[in-house]
């Protein structure tokens, strides 16, 4: 461990060389995440982390959290309060559902949140369906199958990553205790704030680091793969019109899978250091694997 952190170090270094060197790509790519940031994800991301944050805290979700217990227990291993942080996940965002999760966990389930944390933390449906469906595949039926399959691929990865030890919850353990209005709303609005910089500083230095990549002479197919690796947007617009509509359908779906390193650091950030995170970035890396393989069975069936 004390290795890979010491090559981690070395690799900043190198990178804060390749920034100097490519200092302009790196300014204008930041610029354009900053432009993203502004125009598109604290418009529409910072009100949904306040009503996140509400919502859970005022206690509205206990009722579904009883209900979810009788699926997640058996089928993920965790308690059923997280039925909640996914749905959020899914309507919201990978940093929505992050803090969802967040909000519900407990320093004696930081298994259980972590699996949570897997599930509630996805590529939401309004992203795919309108931005990689309609503008990349040009594809509205396709961006909606592609949202089903990332759900599917992150299940199935959920259940072979579920908790060794079966959680043992009490009924009362899966309620949240409501909190004052004015206390649940300054709370949500002050975490909410805290947790857009994390997100925008996310994007921005990833945006940067894609930028660059895309400049240096390093092949094609080393750019297909990094593009995406790196930030989920800017890898698809660089991956779509290149190939076939098939072939544009799986790598999408592979990117999708993975949700893009910005994306996965968008949610850690918003859970900090309260939630072990290997499981969860285990679970995208097979997520990458698995997605694909659903779409290739869903081209091959005439499904989509």
């Not at 990458?288 to 779409?295: E, M």
Request: proline share 4%; net charge positive; charged share 15%.
């Amino acid at each position: 461990m004390v290795k890979l952190k010491g090559a981690f170090g070395y690799a900043s270094i190198a990178f804060i060389v390749i920034f100097i060197v490519f200092s302009d790509v790196a300014a204008l790519s930041a610029l354009n995440g900053m432009k993203l940031c502004g125009n598109v994800l604290v418009p529409t991301l910072f009100p949904m982390m306040v009503l996140t944050g509400i919502a859970v805290r005022s206690g509205v979700f206990n009722a579904l959290a009883r209900i979810g217990n009788r699926i997640f227990k058996p089928l993920f291993g965790i308690d059923g309060k997280y039925v909640v942080s996914f749905f959020i996940g899914i309507l919201g965002s990978a940093p929505t559902g992050a803090l969802a999760v967040k909000n519900l966990s407990s320093e004696k389930d930081t298994d259980g949140s972590s699996s949570a944390l897997l599930l509630s933390s996805v590529v939401s449906f309004g992203f795919i369906y309108s931005v990689i469906g309609i503008k990349y595949l040009d594809n509205a039926r396709r961006g909606v199958g592609l949202f089903v399959f990332q759900i599917l691929s992150v299940m199935i990865t959920a259940v072979f990553l579920r908790p060794k030890k079966r959680c043992e919850t009490k009924p009362n353990d899966l309620s949240v205790k409501p909190e004052k209005i004015s206390a649940a709303v300054a709370l949500s609005i002050r975490d909410a704030a805290t947790n857009m910089l994390s997100v925008c500083g996310s994007v921005i230095f990833f945006s940067a680091l894609s930028g660059i990549f895309v400049s240096l002479p390093i092949g094609e197919k080393a750019k297909l793969f990094l593009c995406p690796f790196f930030e989920l947007a800017s890898g698809l617009e660089y991956i779509s019109g290149r190939f076939s509509p098939d072939v544009t359908f799986m790598l999408a779906s592979s990117a999708v899978g993975w949700s893009g390193l910005s994306m996965i650091f968008q949610s850690i950030s918003v859970v900090g250091g309260s939630i072990p995170t290997h499981k969860y970035l285990l679970g995208r890396a097979l997520s990458a694997l698995i997605c694909p393989l659903l779409s290739l069975g869903a081209i091959n069936l005439g499904i989509i």
